[in-house]
């Protein structure tokens, strides 16, 4: 069974910093790999989805990556913003396309 | 293009009552997912329709929880009868294997609060 974990669970930081946040996987063998982003009260937006066989996607301030053989991913937030204060949640499509998810890390960007 | 489209947002029922939440999917999605969230967690699936057939209902509570695609477009998810523990926002996304290789798209949800 695919495990997805999220580490940290939360993060500070002031307005202008890097993000980083990471995402592990028990089980290599996926399809591809969704970060979303959640406000309060609201659904999930996709933010970028890569694929298996990709080693990084790129939007505007983002960029993931992918190391499948290590079961890990990073979304990188360039010169992050008060807007960025969200939960970013990382979901693994294994091969035999079932979906699991992380629990998430909760940002906060300081003004 | 139109999002995915949830009903109701919010409802606020007793433990032991009925509800069912109606979700309608981004127009030619085949595949429907119906989620629960419960609060600080991730979403877990609960359902997953392939036009009207059911792919994966592994971790959907049959002996309360039910729910149908029937003409392969809008789904319904119902709970009879609610627990306490059914409090949770629950997620509908579609997705369109083809064009987008799964990638999946979420509705606003619908936060159920049973007490």
């Known amino acids: 069974k695919q495990e997805v974990t999220q580490i940290p669970a939360a993060l500070s930081v002031p307005e202008g910093e890097n993000l980083v946040l990471n995402c592990s996987f028990t089980?290599?063998?996926?399809?591809?790999l969704q970060w979303f982003r959640q406000d309060p009260g609201k659904g999930l937006t996709s933010l970028l989805l890569i694929q298996s066989s990709q080693r990084e996607q790129t939007s505007g301030r983002l960029n993931a990556s992918l190391d499948k053989s290590s079961g890990r991913s990073t979304l990188y937030i360039a010169a992050s913003q008060p807007g960025d204060s969200a939960t970013y949640l990382c979901a693994v499509r294994s091969n035999d396309y079932k979906l699991s998810f992380g629990a998430g890390t909760t940002v906060t960007v300081r003004a | 293009e139109a999002g995915v489209a949830q009903s109701p947002r919010y409802k606020i029922i007793e433990k032991r009552q009925s509800v069912a939440f109606w979700c309608n999917p981004i127009?030619?999605?085949?595949?429907l997912y119906w989620y629960q969230q419960i609060l600080g967690q991730g979403p877990k699936l609960l359902i997953q329709f392939q036009n009207n057939g059911v792919v994966d209902d592994s971790q959907l509570p049959k002996d309360r929880f039910s729910a149908e695609r029937l003409k392969g477009v809008d789904s319904t998810l119902k709970i009879q009868p609610a627990k306490l523990e059914d409090s949770a926002v629950y997620l509908c996304?579609?997705?369109?294997?083809?064009?987008?290789?799964?990638?999946?798209?979420f509705g606003p949800g619908t936060r159920l609060t049973v007490t």
């Open positions: 996304a579609s997705s369109d294997r083809i064009l987008a290789f799964y990638e999946q798209y």
């Open positions: 089980d290599s063998a996926i399809y591809n």
């Open positions: 127009s030619g999605h085949a595949t």
